[in-house]
């Protein structure tokens, strides 16, 4: 429960509360379980303090000092939190649904379990923070900083995240389906196992990044950077490439019927074994890639380029090769391709 005297002093105003903290300012703060919903504290100072259970929902915290706070189950939601310094602070299984949090500072702050629904994060600072297994559907956190960020099993659907820095964040078996990803940096991110059905990550830059067994069906991923991306096993069933780079990019096994790779860039990448039934690779960049075993049934490679490519025992079985590019490819039958001689 809350210390009464405490309680007292800062219903008093924030003037008389960081006051008094200034002259006792190794005093244990415990305002556990207390009610201060709706109330303004704007700049008040209750770093390191014991808020677990608080009742803080519609309150004014804008620019507080809450860093290394103990918050657990506190209710946060739709308070004002602008500006406000949360670094390290503990959120375990609190609610900040439809909080406002813009440039907040939540460097290695623990959302382990939080619900943030709806919540407003934008331009917030959350590097190293751990978000594991929350729930931030719908949650607005565009040009947000979650480098080195730990988000396993979080629910993201929905959400928007354009501009979002994920340099090597953690998104293992999260949900971000429906997702607004344009524009994200996810460069080195972990996205093994994620849920991106129907994401929007136009224009990403997902340069070396990890989505191995990820679901990307019907994702737009139009112009992205792949670079070096690992897609070994992934599903990218009537996903959008459009004109993504995917040079050097590991598709070993992928899922990717009726995907459209049309003017794509997979110079070098590895899609041996791949199925690619009924895709769309018009006008595609394939030199020096590897299909080997991969399955083209019906796919449309017109204009396609594959020079230098591997293509011992794939299967182009009902496919379009007008205007394509053999020259110095391995052909199915594992011999190098012989152009045909000008008939006379």
């Not at 309680?7 to 002259?23: A, C, M, T």
């Not at 406000?84 to 290695?108: H, K, P, Q, W």
């Not at 690619?276 to 490679?301: K, P």
């Not at 391709?337 to 008939?343: A, G, L």
């Amino acid at each position: 429960m809350a210390n009464e005297e405490q309680l007292n002093l800062i219903k008093q105003g924030v003037h008389v509360w960081n006051n008094w903290r200034s002259e006792v300012f190794r005093t244990k703060i415990d305002l556990a379980n207390a009610d201060l919903s709706a109330t303004t504290l704007s700049s008040i100072n209750l770093s390191l303090a014991n808020l677990r259970c608080i009742n803080l929902s519609r309150a004014n915290l804008s620019k507080a000092n809450l860093s290394g706070a103990i918050l657990g189950k506190a209710n946060l939601s739709e308070a004002s939190l602008i500006n406000a310094n949360l670094s390290m602070a503990n959120f375990i299984m609190a609610d900040l649904s439809g909080a406002y949090l813009s440039e907040s500072n939540l460097t290695r702050a623990n959302l382990g379990n939080a619900v943030a629904i709806a919540a407003n994060f934008i331009m917030a600072n959350l590097t190293g923070a751990y978000f594991s297994e929350s729930n931030f559907t719908r949650a607005n956190l565009s040009n947000a900083n979650l480098t080195e960020a730990i988000l396993v099993k979080t629910n993201l659907s929905a959400s928007y995240l354009t501009k979002t820095n994920f340099t090597s964040a953690n998104l293992s078996m999260s949900d971000l389906s429906e997702a607004d990803l344009s524009g994200a940096n996810m460069h080195l991110a972990d996205l093994s196992m994620a849920n991106l059905i129907n994401a929007n990550l136009t224009g990403a830059i997902l340069t070396d990044v990890d989505l191995r067994q990820a679901d990307l069906t019907g994702a737009y991923l139009n112009t992205a950077n792949l670079t070096g991306a690992d897609l070994s096993m992934a599903t990218l069933t009537n996903a959008n490439l459009n004109q993504a780079d995917l040079r050097e990019a590991n598709l070993d096994r992928a899922y990717a019927t009726d995907v459209n790779l049309s003017e794509a860039y997979l110079s070098n990448a590895n899609l041996t074994d791949t199925i690619l039934t009924g895709a769309n690779l018009a006008s595609a960049y394939i030199c020096n890639a590897d299909l080997t075993g991969a399955i083209l049934t019906g796919a449309d490679l017109t204009g396609a380029i594959l020079i230098g490519a591997n293509l011992t025992r794939a299967n182009f079985s009902g496919s379009k090769l007008d205007g394509v590019d053999f020259t110095g490819a391995i052909m199915p039958n594992g011999k190098p391709f012989v152009p045909k001689q000008p008939t006379s």
